[in-house]
């Protein structure tokens, strides 16, 4: 065990195949710190040079921790501590002494691979860490083994991970999950990227732009259509002239829901998006997962969804919703901030003059949307101070968070009642996993508008400008030329298959691997037959096969210990031996064949001629490399009609 | 009581007991244990799976588990890297008191899996480490340092191996009855004794060339000058001129020329002796008190005399 140069290069791909998925998000001179070091520890490899001194590697260090503190203030929480990771583990590379120093770094880099999986659990990132690991293991036992050479070190790393699969698959079923956290979990442990809980001009034309899935629905029965499809999310009351929030809310009522039609079932995963809401079709009724439907027909999760999630939920597309609403809330959905945009104010005011009822001024809201010439696009102007007023009747352009905030201001105005719903239009099908996916792109905002007698009544002005978004999603009514998300683009009928293909798997692996936690175990458990499943018993279970695993495994590596191969000739040559020491002539373990011959045909010199013929044969074969199969059935013949 | 105990159960854990002939590697004989860095690794495991759990990472629990069963595989690898090993002590050369001892060992791999980084080390530490490939067999030598004279006994040495990844320590005692003969360690060049007995001992044996007493066939030890290199050149095979003269030039090593050191002291003088006489192919012949080795020459007089001044006053000569 020597800390030879090839063995250095190992530990060093190690470190960058471990650290390489975390460049993306350290911050830059990290990353350009760490390059530098790395690639002078390969110069340093190369050349044989002394490695740098301790008191430089101790001031590098203490300037990288500085560093990072100034970057976080912090060395604890999520990127903070994999920076500082990555930092050290990189350091200890140019502070390589013993070889006790590349087993810390090989037990490091694997610390380090789990640390990505707070970034991604993807099926690559899965496949990236078999290939990292393979580079590990082969450099690990490079440690143990000096003079093998890479070929066969890695086809050991190799076989030694292949066979850890099996084990592995039975301890990932049957270990016992416990649901996580154990204790606090860094505020920003997961990615997060989704609706928030206000609304701004931009805030969805935003997330419009990412592909990501934000959860994928299955339905029970026949999907409703498309346009039908309103994922509901936050909904906000409240507006200061540009930014609408969702205010406090009120707890005074159950919301009041009155099903005018059939319920539709179905099943969501949703994506962690590290808020509360669930999102369920307008209206949800019920909810498999423990969650409070609030006054304004949310449904929030107790704890943010921290982790995938899954559950069934019902709704009804058609509903009278909340018909006796409070007078304080009917207050809050007509409030407006005094002053701003005095033109869309008297066109409100106008209507409510003109106009018998709530009813009546909503449509001529929404017909004046359709016939004023707005356009539907991702790419709107800026707009001023009385933004409202500047979109209605100078730009004429908006994407939708100023359809859905104009219309809300102008039924204000006109004295009804309204509000803005945000969540996610429509979804894409996919035939292959019999499922819709739901991206961040599809992410919506509309309003509702409350009428005497009928309750909360969705009205979406969008629909009205570009009936195309909701018949068949964004692609459809924007123009060719906008820049929209890959994905979200209509593709060749190959593209589409490839892709519907790869997310059908992503849905499985989700499912399965990603979402496997208590309720998955016991659910397998227990359709796999296990009856009334406890620790214990599970315990009993994962002991038994490993234990069943591992007997097979020894049996079948072991197996080739015992079987010794000794080639055709060689055998011959024992049966012959065997029945010369039958007749009292052994051979003994120091005796050549060519003196043992000899000491037969003295002690028997009757069979001389057969002794010297069978040994001159078994000679030929085996020293004289003479391998043909001519001489071997010869010497078969021979042996065979040797009798004493 | 406890250390009674204890020690009975090693013992009959071990059983350490002198063996001769081939030794195979069996279950019975094979002891794992984990090792300090594989105690270490169980701690990082033990953090990862901590850190899985509370962060609900299932591809964490994945890494974990397969780290976890990679590093109980290492286990079997490194009982299989010593199994069904063959093992026999070999032949061990004499060597001078303060030199090393090699001592001989042939290992047998009669499978077709390469063994990889088997150390063998005895008890002192002394150790030599080696692969050995499929179906192969190979010499290993294991330095020992000799202190006295006498008889060197390998005592138990210890084979393990802790191929693949460290985690684990497999080893087997192996106590063979091998040993290796010491000799004296050899004075400092001191004369050599005058003849004793007629004129002209102590001379080149080959002086006297009118004694040519006839040819015989050569025998490993005899001294190079004494060849009939002209019967080789004669295509008349390896043989060696005897000479008749000899017999009555006498140059003796004897205990009683060397009244004035102890008994450890005159040993090494006489090996020096005999070093010294033998590399002048004289012919001599060694007393020790109750002993007397006949007057002779060439490499097996000098091994005889050698191994009677190693074993002098040591009990039986008998190797």
């Known amino acids: 065990m020597k800390l030879t140069a090839p063995l250095v290069y190992g530990l060093l ?3 960058v195949l471990v650290s390489a998925p975390h460049a993306e998000h350290l911050p830059p001179w990290v990353v350009a710190v760490c390059t530098m070091l790395l690639a002078w520890r390969a110069y340093l490899n190369w050349s044989g040079n002394a490695l740098p001194p301790r008191w430089l590697l101790l001031t590098v260090t203490l300037a990288g921790v500085g560093g990072i503190l100034i970057e976080f203030h912090t060395l604890f929480g999520r990127d903070a501590g994999v920076t500082l990771l990555i930092l050290l583990a990189t350091l200890k590379l140019l502070e390589l002494r013993a070889v006790r120093d590349a087993t810390v770094l090989i037990y490091l880099s694997s610390f380090i691979i789990i640390t990505n999986f707070f970034y991604s659990q993807s099926i690559p990132t899965a496949l990236f860490m078999l290939l990292t690991l393979l580079v590990i293991m082969a450099t690990w036992i490079h440690m143990h083994t000096g003079t093998l050479a890479l070929r066969p070190r890695l ?24 649901q996580g956290p154990l204790w606090g979990m860094p505020q920003d442990a997961y990615s997060q990227s989704g609706l ?4 701004a001009p931009g805030s969805m034309s935003r997330l419009s732009l990412s592909d990501a899935v934000a959860f994928r629905v299955s339905f029970a029965g026949t999907p409703p259509l498309r346009e039908q499809m309103y994922w509901r999310g936050p909904v906000l009351w409240d507006y200061d002239g540009r930014t609408w929030t969702q205010g406090t809310e009120v707890r005074s009522k159950q919301p009041q829901l009155d099903a005018q039609g059939a319920t539709v079932d179905y099943t ?37 969804v921290s982790t995938r999630m899954r559950y069934d939920a019902s709704s009804n597309l058609s509903y009278r919703a909340n018909v006796e609403e409070t007078p304080y809330q009917l207050q809050r959905a007509v409030a407006l901030p005094i002053g701003l945009n005095p033109r869309a104010r008297q066109l409100a005011t106008e209507w409510r003059t003109s106009l018998p009822n709530a009813e009546a001024i909503m449509n001529a809201a929404l017909t004046y949307f359709n016939r004023q010439g707005f356009v539907y696009t991702l790419e709107p102007p800026l707009l001023g101070t009385n933004a409202v007023d500047d979109f209605l009747f100078n730009s004429k352009k908006g994407f939708c968070e100023h359809y859905a905030s104009s219309f809300v201001f102008l039924m204000r105005a006109a004295g009804v ?17 019999g499922y819709y996916i739901v991206r961040q792109s599809d992410a919506h905002a509309w309003t509702e508008v409350w009428l005497q007698g009928r309750g909360w009544v969705r009205a979406d002005p969008t629909a009205v400008i570009a009936p195309s978004r909701v018949q068949a999603g964004l692609n459809a009514a924007l123009p060719d030329n906008a820049a929209l998300p890959f994905l979200a683009r209509t593709q060749s009928p190959l593209l589409l298959r490839l892709r519907f293909n790869l997310d059908a798997l992503t849905n499985q692996w989700n499912q399965w691997v990603l979402g496997y936690n208590t309720e998955r175990q016991f659910a397998l458990l227990t359709r796999l037959g296990m009856e009334d499943i406890s620790w214990r018993k599970m315990a009993i279970n994962l002991l038994i096969g490993v234990g069943m695993l591992v007997g097979l495994f020894a049996l079948f590596m072991l197996r080739r210990l015992y079987v010794q191969r000794h080639d055709p000739a060689q055998m011959l040559y024992l049966r012959f031996c065997r029945k010369l020491a039958h007749a009292g002539l052994q051979r003994a373990a120091h005796e050549g064949p060519q003196d043992f011959a000899n000491r037969a045909a003295l002690a028997r010199p009757q069979w001389a001629p057969a002794i010297r013929d069978i040994t001159a044969r078994y000679l030929a074969l085996r020293y004289e490399d003479r391998t043909g199969a001519d001489e071997l059935r010869a010497l078969r013949r021979a042996v065979a009609a040797f009798k004493l | 009581m406890l250390a009674t105990l204890r020690q009975r159960f090693r013992t009959w854990l071990f059983r350490p007991k002198i063996e001769s002939g081939t030794v195979t590697l069996n279950q019975r004989r094979i002891f794992i244990l984990p090792t300090r860095q594989g105690l270490a690794f169980g701690g ?14 299932s591809l964490g629990y994945v890494l974990t588990f397969l780290l976890a069963t990679a590093a109980a595989m290492s286990m079997l690898y490194a009982f299989r890297n010593m199994a069904q090993l063959e093992i026999r002590a070999g032949r061990t050369d004499p060597v001078f008191a303060g030199d090393e001892a090699w001592f001989v060992f042939h290992f047998h791999n009669t499978s077709d899996l390469p063994r990889h980084q088997l150390t063998l080390r005895d008890d002192a530490g002394h150790a030599t480490t080696f692969d050995l490939p499929a179906q192969h067999s190979t010499r290993v030598q294991l330095a020992i340092p000799s202190a006295r004279r006498g008889w060197l006994s390998s005592g138990r040495l210890t084979l393990y191996t802790e191929f693949p990844l460290g985690l684990f320590h497999a080893w087997s005692y192996l106590h063979f009855d091998t040993r290796c003969l010491v000799y004296p360690k050899p004075a400092a060049p001191l004369p050599l004794p005058a003849s004793t007995a007629q004129e002209g001992a102590g001379k080149l044996a080959s002086s006297g060339e009118e004694d040519f007493a006839g040819l015989r066939s050569y025998v490993a030890g005899d001294p190079l000058p004494r060849i009939a290199w002209k019967a080789l ?26 009244p004035y050191a102890e008994g450890e002291r005159k040993l090494e003088m006489l090996t020096r002796w005999v070093l010294d006489a033998d590399a002048a192919q004289l012919c001599y012949g060694l007393r020790l008190p109750g002993m007397e080795l006949a007057p002779g020459s060439g490499m097996g007089q000098r091994e005889e005399c050698l191994h009677a001044l190693a074993l002098y006053g040591q009990g039986t000569g008998q190797p």
């Open chain 1, 417 to 433: 009642p309204a509000r803005v719903v945000t969540g996610y239009q429509g979804g894409e099908f996919n035939d292959l996993g």
């Open chain 1, 13 to 15: 791909a190690s470190i």
């Open chain 2, 233 to 258: 050149a004669r295509e008349q095979g390896l043989q060696v001129k005897q000479f008749s003269a000899t017999q009555g030039h006498e140059l003796w090593l004897d205990w009683a020329l060397l």
């Open chain 1, 155 to 178: 086809r050991l790393a190799g076989l030694l991970l292949l066979q850890a699969i099996p084990l592995t698959l039975l301890l990932f079923v049957l270990f016992p999950r416990v």
């Open chain 1, 196 to 199: 928030d809980d206000k609304m």
């Open chain 2, 44 to 57: 990082v495991l033990l953090l990862m799976l901590l850190g899985d759990i509370n962060y609900n990472l």
């Open chain 1, 268 to 304: 969501v995963t949703l994506e962690p998006h590290n808020k509360r809401w669930l999102f369920a079709l307008d209206m949800p009724a019920k909810l498999s997962v423990p969650a409070r439907l609030t006054y304004d027909f949310q449904t929030l999760s107790r704890a943010p």
